[in-house]
């Protein structure tokens, strides 16, 4: 399920925008998780689930 940019509207600002090196933490929050790159770009991203909506988690996995 991929959503639109429109979909996020009401959500904050960006508050961290920065690189993390080796060995740096960063807390991640329980939210949904959107991001963009353009197409001069890779984008790798990695969600870990705790069993929470594993069903839905799973079927976009399988769908992306």
Known sequence: ???KDSDFADRKPVVFGDWLDQGDVL???RFIQQSN???EKHYYHVTISACR???Q???EFINC
């Open 1 to 3: 399920m991929h959503r």
């Open 53 to 55: 909506n594993f069903e």
């Open 37 to 39: 790159t353009g197409p």
């Open 57 to 59: 988690a799973s079927s």
């Open 27 to 29: 807390y991640v929050p």
